[in-house]
């Protein structure tokens, strides 16, 4: 059962930075937060995950709420490739399944 | 990252026949792998889950007589669709997990497209 909450649909003009919300008020000490992307007739792609501790990596940026009741995915310049479905989901560490909420479709204006 | 691959990548088959989908991880053994569906402008859901050697566990409303799973080697799942009908076109989605990460990635195959005329 998801246990995410996000916006339907996103738009953001080229180069310029994104920032996709994700709610998760239910989460629990042992939820890691992964984000996934997933282009049309693709299967879905990592982006980043996180704990606690702000995380960046060469896609995004992940910057989680003190409370871990909501986190945010960062993209610093959209580029057209990055127009896909974001998902946002909660799995423990050494759990095993992915609920998927309904995502967020981020357009990118050119 | 690990590499997670799926056959055919699309197939077209007549109602009431079955259709096997394959689901390997290339470069990596995979003890558990997962299978999703996805129907046009939803989201994934998570049929089954996939554990080498033994019985797969399905989500709740999931036929397991009609998704049949093996996952009979560390690096092979199959989904096999029986007895399909139009309502069992989507889009079939695996994902596998890599052990050797530290951390609960799925890596995703590329996804099979079945209609079912």
């Known amino acids: 059962d998801a246990k995410t909450t996000q916006p339907n649909s996103m738009e953001s003009n080229e180069e310029e930075p994104v920032h996709l919300p994700c709610n998760h008020s239910t989460i629990s000490g042992t939820d890691y937060i992964h984000w996934y992307r997933q282009l049309p007739s693709q299967g879905p792609e990592y982006v980043i995950h996180?704990?606690?501790s702000n995380v960046n990596n060469r896609m995004a940026s992940l910057a989680i709420a003190e409370d871990r009741k909501s986190s945010t995915l960062i993209l610093h310049r959209a580029t057209l490739r990055d127009a896909a479905v974001y998902y946002c989901?909660?799995?423990?560490?050494?759990?095993?399944?992915?609920?998927f909420g309904t995502g967020t479709s981020l357009t990118v204006i050119p | 990252g690990a590499v997670v691959s799926q056959h055919p990548s699309w197939v077209i088959c007549k109602s009431g026949t079955s259709v096997k989908i394959e689901c390997r991880s290339l470069?990596?053994?995979?003890?558990?792998m997962f299978w999703y569906r996805q129907f046009p402008k939803q989201s994934l859901m998570l049929m089954a889950t996939s554990n080498e050697g033994s019985k797969a566990t399905y989500e709740q409303g999931v036929e397991k007589d009609k998704f049949l799973i093996n996952h009979a080697s560390l690096t092979l799942s199959t989904l096999t669709v029986t007895s399909a009908h139009p309502e069992d076109s989507s889009f079939y989605i695996c994902s596998a997990r890599d052990p050797r990460q530290g951390y609960n990635e799925q890596f995703f195959g590329p996804g099979t497209r079945l209609t079912v005329l």
């Open positions: 996180g704990l606690t």
């Open positions: 470069d990596f053994q995979a003890t558990t």
């Open positions: 989901i909660l799995a423990t560490n050494t759990g095993n399944q992915f609920y």
